[in-house]
């Protein structure tokens, strides 16, 4: 029998929906606040059962709050996501129709590139190939900035790739739409699309998935087959790249989460 839910466990949902995504600590600090507002037993390690009553009462209602992790800095994440639409009903009340291809085009960019990036100039150039209705420009970039707002996308310097949100909510339809390059991450087992990938065996590890996994280990090898990880593993130098050019080398692929190295 599921456990009671609470007004505490209420207020939380009703915070967290307004957000649409909360990184982990932030719903630390909420689920802390929801308990001792409704004067609710707290323990400070027990947000996921907190949260796993939540989404035993949202299951009819085909709902969940979702784990993710943010593919940049490895940080947690919860999202809510509704488990009875696709990626083209949860975005449909919110944007026109060549809009919602505009943004599936640039998926198709962002998820078969070897970075997990794509260029705001290789975006606008799609504006020429929408078959819904053509879009200038000028209009492109502003409904990009609407997509970065509503965090369906992120973007820094002019490149672009999927917010957490977005991550979080399509995994599912991404997986299964993209079959032949989408993978999951060898540690934590969540999409990866800015990562790294074994030159050997081909599976894949997020950026930070590989910083954390790699931090003890004098020789890095991959997890799966046991050859050399020929990658340049981010925020570390190794014994043999201390020269500037193979430290830029990867710095550079941390910042922009190469995939193939």
């Not at 939380?12 to 689920?31: C, D, N, P, T, Y």
């Not at 150039?125 to 707002?149: I, P, R, S, Y």
Request: charged share 25%; glycine share 4%.
């Amino acid at each position: 029998m599921a456990a009671q839910m609470t007004d505490a466990h209420r207020r939380f949902l009703q915070v967290l929906m307004s957000h649409g995504i909360m990184e982990g600590s932030e719903a630390r600090k909420l689920h802390r606040r929801c308990c001792e507002i409704h004067k609710v037993y707290y323990a400070h390690d027990k947000l996921d059962d907190f949260i796993s009553t939540i989404n035993s009462h949202l299951q009819p209602l085909f709902m969940q709050i979702r784990k993710g992790m943010s593919e940049g800095d490895g940080r947690a994440h919860y999202a809510l996501v509704n488990l009875a639409e696709t990626e083209i009903t949860k975005m449909a009340s919110d944007y026109t129709e060549n809009e919602l291809e505009l943004f599936r085009k640039t998926m198709d960019l962002i998820i078969l590139s070897e970075n997990g990036f794509a260029s705001s100039t290789d975006i606008l150039n799609l504006t020429d190939q929408l078959k819904t209705k053509k879009m200038k420009k000028k209009e492109a970039e502003q409904v990009l900035k609407v997509f970065v707002e509503d965090k369906w996308l992120s973007e820094r310097n002019g490149e672009y790739t999927l917010h957490t949100r977005c991550i979080i909510e399509m995994e599912q339809y991404i997986l299964s739409n993209y079959q032949d390059v989408a993978r999951k991450c060898n540690i934590c087992h969540s999409l990866a699309i800015q990562s790294q990938i074994c030159e050997s065996c081909g599976i894949g590890m997020h950026l930070p998935c590989v910083r954390k996994y790699f931090r003890a280990q004098t020789e890095p090898r991959c997890p799966q087959c046991n050859d050399f990880w020929s990658c340049d593993i981010p925020g570390m130098n190794r014994i043999d790249s201390q020269s500037p050019s193979k430290t830029g080398r990867a710095e550079k692929s941390f910042i922009l989460g190469t995939r193939r190295c």
